[in-house]
């Protein structure tokens, strides 16, 4: 089996690739309403209050793409959780 870059170096002879047409693609996940706090108690508590969050937020899934040559493409796509 050929190295990863033998075989980019073999794609780069044969499809003859500009800066433009070279990208790298990083998707992320953002959610808009964060989990909540842990609570902390001294032992021996039997009651505990702790508030929790019933928000439904927005998933917000991010891939920004950039050329070889430095363009920028952003990507933004939003769920409903």
């Given at each position: 089996?050929?190295?990863?870059?033998?075989?980019?170096?073999?794609?780069?002879?044969?499809?003859?690739?500009?800066?433009?047409?070279?990208?790298?693609?990083?998707?992320?996940?953002?959610?808009?309403?964060?989990?909540?706090?842990?609570?902390?108690?001294?032992?021996?508590?039997?009651?505990?209050?702790?508030?929790?969050?019933?928000?439904?937020?927005?998933?917000?899934t991010?891939?920004?793409?950039?050329?070889?040559?430095?363009?920028?493409?952003?990507?933004?796509?939003?769920?409903?959780?």
């Open positions: 089996m050929e190295n990863f870059y033998d075989q980019v170096e073999v794609l780069y002879k044969k499809y003859d690739f500009t800066d433009d047409g070279i990208f790298n693609i990083n998707e992320t996940n953002d959610p808009t309403v964060l989990d909540s706090e842990k609570v902390i108690v001294e032992t021996g508590t039997h009651l505990v209050y702790s508030k929790k969050v019933s928000e439904r937020g927005i998933n917000v991010m891939f920004p793409m950039v050329s070889s040559s430095g363009k920028l493409y952003p990507g933004v796509l939003y769920s409903q959780e």
